[in-house]
Antibody, heavy 117, light 107 residues
């Protein structure tokens, strides 16, 4: 059974870079035809799609985040990662990684990232 | 961006009731629509994908319909565990977007 687990700092200072990693277990990240995605959800609000990476390395991301987002894949560690630069308080949210196969069928438990000095 | 508008924003219902939630896309998305259920403090759970396909393991009382711009999620007979917030999400074009949610509460 595939499982995803987010990891990274829970507190990031304004203007710094948010870095999260999603570790995949129970399957190889480079097998199959899956998109590996990042989604975030501010408290009390609906989810927001951040972006995704395919097993080939092809990336799509939300233009609203402009050039602040970088998503990468590390097949040797069976992980994929998110970097979000120049964060502000508006980036405070629960961040989820998820596997996309015609819908987000597998999610990580989510990690709360707070942007505050 | 494609805007997804759900209605109602909240609904009160009783166990055994039939409930319908509507999701409207600001432009046509064919059948590229999914529905999720989220309980407080929990991860969203996929219920329906491709507008009307039931995700494995989801009870058959859940059903989805629609195409183009108008979609519905129907729960045929509410169970106590169904009280939650429901979100629709389009996967037709980037950026993928979610509705604002419909909170289903116990009457």
């Amino acid at each position: 059974q595939v499982q995803l687990q987010e990891s990274g700092p829970g507190l990031v200072k304004p203007s710094q870079t948010l870095s999260l990693t999603c570790t995949v277990s129970g399957d190889s990240i480079s097998s199959g035809s899956y998109y590996w995605s990042w989604i975030r959800q501010p408290a009390g609000k609906g989810p927001e799609w951040i972006g995704r990476i395919y097993t080939s390395g092809s990336i799509n991301h939300n233009p609203s985040l402009k050039s602040r987002v970088n998503i990468s894949l590390d097949t040797s560690k069976n992980q994929f990662s998110l970097k979000l630069t120049s964060v502000t308080a508006a980036d405070t949210a629960v961040y989820y990684c998820a596997r996309d196969l015609g819908g987000y069928t597998v999610w990580g438990r989510g990690t709360l990232v707070t942007v505050s000095s | 961006d494609i805007q997804m508008t759900q209605s109602p924003s909240s609904v009160s219902a009783s166990v055994g009731d039939r409930v319908t939630i509507t999701c409207r896309a600001s432009q046509g998305i064919s059948s590229w629509l999914a529905w999720y259920q989220q309980k407080p403090g929990k991860v969203p759970k996929l219920l329906i994908y491709a507008a009307s396909s039931l995700q494995s393991g989801v009870p058959s009382r859940f059903s989805g319909s629609g195409s183009g711009t108008d979609f519905t999620l129907t729960i045929s007979s509410l169970q106590p565990e169904d009280f939650a917030t429901y979100y629709c999400q389009q996967a037709s074009s980037f950026p993928y977007t979610f509705g604002q949610g419909t909170k289903l509460e116990i009457k």
